[in-house]
């Protein structure tokens, strides 16, 4: 690191921690408002307020609710995204849930919004020496929620302003351009109770979700239930023969599967006439999560066979996996080494979670870091971030850190790692991959 860079990252440093009171109170003050995926109104004015009083001008309303701003280098370069997620999971039994809608932040989204808000603090003090720009976005509607809505508006008019595509933020900002200009992505994740201090470079699985609604005919239950066609048994019979194919995907797809039934609504004494089977299908690739899809789909068509039903089945991609960039992920490490030490950093760890910066990743180079500060275990009710200062003021360092190594002297750490990580795909082939692949098939009565 250079005399000016090492100069630069003090000065942004500095302006971080005489605003760490602020910026820890802003992860708190968040936590304690969770809101759902694509309604994020409140946390979303919050965060576009924080940047404006930095002199920063938002654009608001992206995807209804994503956030983003421009913070302009000094000179000419490359583009680098702090990004932060908006939303909170449905959780209804955690301590901390919105009573009128079940959002928790079970998963720390309103560190990251914190983090990003605090690392704009620390660059507006240095940009001017830097070559390239930052982009400062919050996006809607990471965790996966409203997926039925999705599918079912699959037939909406396209230049319907409020329809949204994608069960995703990210997908649905890369959809309507808003990183068209952004070269490279970073995201500071809280992890989870118990697990290291820092870790970097970590894979993540993709996953889709598999929606099997099955018919069948009402009859009387006790006196006639031979003229009916049990919905319910068929979505069950598809159940078994979903927990019958765990064994046979391959050790290196690290597939799961995880489902639930809905019944219809109708009187005991009658023979279920509907039902429907979700599954969250969950997989290392692309390749291994339609091979799985379709095993889950196959299993609704022989529920459906075994009981004559009818079903139609939607599969709806909703992540694709994540492959970070390992040179973006050094770059990060070693910014976030002085602050927690060497010692306490993993990396390389595969999770079986998902998140959509894997969407991120198959257009442009990202690092997605994990640091302390939670308790307890993600989507869970004992899920809460204890440390603010760990969880929020930490990540902005070494965010702000990061930057001024990759735009600092003439940029050139940022054109190293976008030579050694040229993306996989363009936006168009994105787009066309996720759109491909998503399905709808109907097997009749038998």
């Given at each position: ?33 969770p ?16 940047l ?12 209804r ?33 919105d ?10 989204h ?22 390239g ?25 396209a ?36 697990g ?20 069948g ?27 019958a ?6 050790d ?58 009818r ?17 973006l ?43 302390g ?21 930490e ?9 001024v ?42």
């Amino acid at each position: 690191m250079s005399g000016a860079a090492a100069r630069l990252k003090e000065a942004a440093h500095a302006a971080v921690e005489r605003r760490a009171d602020e910026i820890a109170a802003l992860s708190d003050e968040l936590m304690r408002r969770p809101e759902p995926g694509y309604a994020e109104h409140a946390t979303a004015e919050r965060f576009a307020t924080w940047l404006a009083e930095e002199g920063l001008r938002p654009r608001t309303g992206l995807a209804r609710t994503g956030v983003r701003a421009v913070l302009p280098g000094g000179g000419a370069g490359p583009c680098v995204a702090l990004v932060g997620e908006l939303d909170a999971l449905t959780l209804p039994e955690h301590p901390l849930a919105d009573p009128a809608t079940g959002a928790a932040h079970a998963c720390g989204h309103h560190a990251q919004i914190a983090a990003v808000a605090g690392a704009a603090v620390g660059l507006g003090e240095v940009m001017a020496e830097l070559d390239g720009s930052v982009v400062l976005i919050a996006t809607p509607a990471e965790e996966l929620g409203g997926v039925d809505g999705i599918i079912d508006a699959a037939d909406t008019p396209a230049d319907d302003s409020d329809r949204v595509e994608f069960p995703v933020g990210k997908a649905e900002l890369l959809r309507l351009g808003a990183f068209d200009d952004v070269d490279m992505a970073l995201l500071a994740h809280t992890g989870r109770g118990g697990g290291p201090r820092f870790s970097v470079g970590d894979t993540l699985n993709g996953s889709c979700v598999v929606r099997s609604r099955f018919t069948g005919r009402s009859a009387h239950a006790g006196s006639s239930p031979w003229l009916g066609v049990n919905a319910l048994k068929a979505a069950t019979v598809a159940a078994h023969a979903l927990d019958a194919q765990r064994e046979t995907f391959p050790d290196g797809d690290d597939a799961r599967l995880n489902y639930h039934i809905t019944g219809d609504a109708g009187a005991l004494g009658s023979v279920p006439s509907s039902a429907v089977l979700r599954t969250m299908v969950r997989a290392r690739s692309a390749e291994a999560l339609e091979r799985a899809a379709e095993a889950v789909a196959r299993a609704a068509r022989a529920g459906a066979l075994a009981l004559g039903a009818r079903v139609e089945t939607d599969t709806l991609l909703a992540y694709l996996p994540l492959n970070s960039a390992p040179e973006l992920d050094d770059v990060v490490e070693r910014n976030a080494h002085p602050l927690m030490g060497a010692a306490a950093t993993a990396r390389g760890r595969h999770l079986g979670a998902c998140t959509d910066m894997g969407d991120l990743a198959h257009v442009m180079p990202v690092s997605h870091p994990y640091s302390g500060g939670a308790e307890g275990d993600h989507h869970s009710t004992d899920y809460r971030v204890l440390d603010h200062r760990a969880a929020a003021v930490e990540p902005a360092l070494y965010l702000a850190g990061a930057v001024v190594d990759l735009l600092g002297d003439g940029a050139g750490e940022a054109h190293r790692v976008l030579r050694a990580s040229p993306p996989p795909l363009s936006v168009p082939q994105y787009l066309a991959l996720r759109r491909g692949m998503n399905r709808h098939e109907t097997q009749e009565e038998a």
